[in-house]
């Protein structure tokens, strides 16, 4: 592992134990598939299938839309702490990232290639719009191939990590403010590379409510609909979903 990894390894504790505890490293004797593997349709089936026998349900948009909720907080929260302490992007491609899935079929941790950090060439304004198109939009589609549940909540899903996990690591001393900076814009832009509109572009978003800000999704992830599973709260942009998670949970 290069004098840099080891480095970005040894900070792995404290604030960042979450990102440490979503990583697996060599050495880790867990199986896992790399992203290509564990989406392909037959392995995802057989995944939603474990998830949806320890929730008690069969496997349907509600429940993939919370699996992918799991899928995504692995990919982007070890993946945006590590890359903005290093000040270039990690190495994520979908044939290049694994996942450690949990016996419920979980995603739960991310092993990274040969289960070691690896960083591109990149620059630091690349570790998002890397993240976006080497990861994340592929990912993204296969998801939705499986299953009726819409684009715009799997794209909020990514949203709701990346933006909290931007947010979390610009106040880390190590990070530099600009790129941090640069990360939260590329969720701000309007149009992406060849004119594609942006699916994060406010997926995320702050609104004053009874004289406080507030951060709200644009579009209901559903995970309401998994018995036993915590709602989102104040998140929640559906008043009636929002004010009955509110009642459970306070």
């Not at 069969?58 to 699996?67: G, I, M, R």
């Not at 939260?184 to 800000?213: M, V, W």
């Not at 929640?236 to 979903?241: A, L, N, T």
């Amino acid at each position: 592992m290069s004098g840099d990894a080891d480095r970005l390894t040894a900070m792995l504790d404290g604030p960042l134990a979450l990102v440490r505890a979503k990583l697996s490293l060599h050495p880790d004797a867990r199986p896992a598939e790399t992203a290509t593997e564990l989406l392909e349709e037959k392995r995802l089936s057989a995944a939603l299938a474990r998830h949806g026998n320890h929730h008690g349900l069969a496997p349907d948009a509600f429940l993939l839309s919370l699996w992918s909720q799991k899928y995504l907080a692995v990919v982007i929260i070890p993946y945006i702490a590590l890359s903005l302490l290093a000040g270039r992007p990690l190495r994520i491609g979908m044939d290049e990232a694994a996942f450690v899935l949990d016996e419920t079929g979980e995603p739960v941790a991310l092993r990274p290639p040969e289960g070691k950090l690896t960083f591109t060439e990149g620059q630091a304004g690349d570790i998002v719009p890397t993240l976006y198109s080497v990861h994340l939009e592929p990912a993204i589609a296969r998801l939705k191939q499986a299953s009726r549940l819409s684009e715009k909540a799997l794209w909020g899903n990514a949203a709701h990590y990346l933006e909290w996990a931007i947010r979390q690591m610009e106040r880390h001393p190590a990070v530099d403010r600009q790129a941090a900076a640069d990360a939260l814009a590329f969720l701000s832009r309007q149009r992406l590379e060849h004119d594609k509109p942006n699916p994060l572009k406010d997926a995320i978003h702050y609104i004053e409510e009874a004289g406080r800000t507030v951060r709200r999704r644009k579009v209901c992830c559903l995970r309401y609909r998994v018995p036993g599973v915590e709602g989102c709260g104040t998140l929640c942009p559906d008043r009636k979903i929002r004010e009955a998670s509110c009642m459970t949970t306070n």
